[in-house]
Structures are given as structure tokens and as C-alpha cells.
């Protein structure tokens, strides 16, 4: 759990996800994205698998990660098809992997299916040693079905388990994070994303349990970091 009476403004940076997922985004957006993740020292720039190459030269002899999403923002795409974009964006260097669950197979009970899909990615992104966050897309979930996902991540082993897209209904929520953290515990980490704008609503991911926060406002989050600690 986050110390966040503790919370360095460099820590807090390590957790951000600084994300541009937008259809119409030009290579100067991304550029810009970049940029500002190189300065703040952001833990990763998250963008579909297309701009991989494109981020990754930007940020070359960085600290910041290049992460892609896969399969986004549906997750209606077969395993194999998955495996195959994952590995493209881990060639076109690719340090991190969020991909999306296929939520119909989870709406249709059929578990057994999304155990292979999450084994097929992790054990693909972990060969290549490259970090794997698995979306569930909550807004689509019961909360039974939060918790049979959570715990299939526990035995499988992703890095992280993810909330959402940010192109649902609605994003992360303080209740859900804390189910997801209360099934995997310490053996795998939680991404909280979606509907994240402000520090208040961060802290409370962070107090819930999450260790990344995926957001394309990340500057405004951290002014009001800055804000809140400058008034102690």
C-alpha cells in the first residue's frame, strides 16, 4: 500500500501510465506526450501498437517505457490475433503490454477460455521480459465476475490486473480496486484507469491499492500533487 503522507513528486511520477489513445492523434501528439514523460520521469507512455517504433525513438536513453494496448479498446479479437499484435509491438520495441480481455467469452461463464488467453499473452510478454497488464473493462463486469477474473490473474501471473479502457461506461472505481487487491494481493500489482483527473480521485486509487495510474492527465494530477504539498 502506498505511503502517500510519504509520497515523493518523483515517486508519484513513477506510477503514472502518461496516456494518448485518441483515434485522431498526430505524430507531433505523440511526440508532445513523449516530451512531457521524458521530463516528469513518468513510468511509461501509453499508446495503441501502431506509434511503438515512433515513441520508442523518442524515447530512446530514457527511463520511460514504451507500453502498448492490445487488442483496444474491445478485446474482440482471437488469441491467436493477440499474440501476434503483442509480439509485432514487442518488435517494434515495446517494453510493456496492456491488453483487453475478451469480455463476451467472461459474460458467457467460459473461464476456461480466458485462462488460456491470459496464460498465452503472459507467458509471450515474459519470454520477450517485458511487463503485462491484463484489462478486465469493469464497467461490463459483475462484481463475481471481477473476482473470478482476479483470480485466474493470481494463479496466472500477469503484472499487473487493469480496470479499464477508459472507452466504457465509466472507469476505475475506489470499490474495485479494492476487490481486484484483495484477491491477487502482493503476487500481482493493480492499474486503476479511466475517469482519473484529478489528484483527490488518484489518491483514493493509490489508498485503495492501486501501484499504477493510467491517465491522459497526468500534469493536471500532478499540479494538484504539487498544490496540496506546498499548502502543509
Not at 2 to 13: A, G, Q, S
Not at 111 to 138: D, W
Not at 150 to 164: C, M
Not at 174 to 194: L, R
Request: proline letters at 2%; glycine letters at 6%; one cysteine or more.
Amino acid at each position: 500500500m502506498v505511503d502517500i503522507d510519504r509520497l515523493t513528486e518523483y515517486e508519484l511520477c513513477r506510477m503514472f501510465d502518461h496516456t494518448l489513445l485518441k483515434p485522431y492523434a498526430s505524430k507531433q501528439d505523440f511526440l508532445k506526450l513523449c516530451e512531457e514523460a521524458k521530463t516528469n520521469h513518468f513510468a511509461m507512455v501509453a499508446i495503441n501498437s501502431y506509434p511503438v517504433s515512433l515513441c520508442k525513438e523518442a524515447l530512446k536513453g530514457t527511463d520511460v517505457h514504451v507500453g502498448a494496448a492490445i487488442s483496444f479498446p474491445l478485446g474482440q479479437m482471437s488469441i491467436r490475433s493477440k499474440c501476434e499484435e503483442t509480439q509485432n509491438a514487442i518488435d517494434d520495441g515495446a517494453d510493456e503490454i496492456d491488453y483487453v480481455v475478451n469480455v463476451s467469452k467472461v459474460k458467457d461463464g467460459d473461464f476456461r477460455y480466458i485462462k488460456e488467453e491470459m496464460t498465452s499473452l503472459v507467458e509471450l510478454a515474459h519470454r520477450n521480459h517485458v511487463l503485462i497488464k491484463v484489462i478486465f473493462e469493469n464497467c461490463y463486469l459483475t462484481k463475481d465476475e471481477i473476482v473470478k477474473l482476479s483470480q485466474i490473474a493470481k494463479e496466472v501471473r500477469p503484472d499487473y490486473i487493469k480496470t479499464s479502457t477508459g472507452f466504457g461506461t465509466f472507469g476505475a472505481t475506489v470499490e474495485d480496486v479494492k476487490i481486484m487487491k484483495s484477491i491477487v494481493g502482493d503476487d500481482v500489482k493493480v492499474k486503476a484507469a479511466g475517469g482519473i483527473r484529478d489528484w483527490e480521485t488518484c489518491r483514493e486509487m493509490l489508498l485503495a491499492g492501486a501501484e499504477r495510474i493510467g491517465t491522459s492527465s497526468s500534469l493536471k494530477i500532478l499540479e494538484g500533487f504539487r498544490s496540496e504539498k506546498n499548502s502543509v
